[in-house]
């Protein structure tokens, strides 16, 4: 099967750059990159990748207006694979990727799935985070976009694609492909940056996803949400 793995970005210019490099030796059928419409230099860092003739996979760049579900769609909608990969872009996949992402599908039962996650810190309370992370994604069957989260993509369209509200979209699409079918927790990790949670202190912002998930579980809107939400998007 053929795998694109689609990338937002919005002003990373300090993380993009290792991961195409890292991304670009998976084997993957296509990168694609989507900006929102950065200010940095995330762009030509980009275009330096798309332009190369040496990265295994053919990498393009595509635009969309501001927001992490539009990206998502404009990138989805870009690529003709049959599966979709959707990554963060501080996030590198683990070297097993691909093959573990195959061994997956190749039960029909499974319409997608997630890996685990590890963050880049040593800190403690970085293990736990990621070890929280994983044990309730694995109770409740939903993944978040630090988790890497894969769909095929006939069913991806079949289930309406990502709603493009300003956050928990990630949360509000895997709800509908449950419905769809398997998703499996694959094991392998997937190594992300701990910057949101140094930003803001760890305990703070692990309050406030909490917080914000409570509510968003209890019917309150994305769009009055957003205002409580001051990660970078």
């Known amino acids: 099967m053929t795998i694109a793995v689609i990338i937002p970005v919005l002003n990373e210019a300090r993380w993009i750059d290792q991961t195409l490099a890292h991304t670009a030796t998976l084997g993957f059928d296509e990168v694609i990159i989507v900006d929102g419409g950065s200010a940095d230099e995330t762009c030509a860092i980009v275009d330096s990748y798309v332009d190369g003739s040496s990265t295994a996979a053919p990498m393009r760049l595509l ?19 049959e599966v979709l990969l959707f990554l963060h872009a501080d996030t590198r996949l683990p070297a097993n990727a691909r093959q573990a992402i195959s061994s997956a599908l190749a039960d ?9 996650v590890r963050f880049d810190s040593p800190r403690w309370i970085a293990r736990l985070v990621g070890h929280m992370m994983n044990l ?16 095929q993509r006939n069913i991806f369209e079949q289930v309406g694609r990502f709603a493009e509200i300003p956050l928990m979209e990630d ?29 803001n202190g760890p305990l703070r912002t692990i309050l ?3 917080t914000l998930r409570f509510l968003y579980w209890i019917g309150i809107s994305p769009y009055r949400l957003q205002h409580f939400y001051s990660i970078v998007r």
């Not at 635009?63 to 694979?81: D, I, K, M, V, Y």
Request: charged fraction near 25%; hydrophobic fraction near 40%; include cysteine.
């Open 136 to 151: 309730r994604s694995r109770w409740s069957g939903i993944a978040t976009g630090d988790q890497a989260l894969f769909v």
């Open 171 to 199: 949360v509000e699409f895997s709800r509908r492909l449950k419905r769809a079918g398997r998703l499996v927790p694959l094991p392998d990790q997937v190594v992300t940056a701990f910057r949101r949670w140094e930003q």
């Open 63 to 81: 635009t969309a207006s501001r927001g992490r579900a539009r990206q998502l769609n404009t990138g989805a909608a870009g690529t003709q694979c």
């Open 208 to 210: 406030l996803m909490w």
């Open 108 to 116: 029909t039962t499974c319409v997608g799935g997630r890996f685990d």
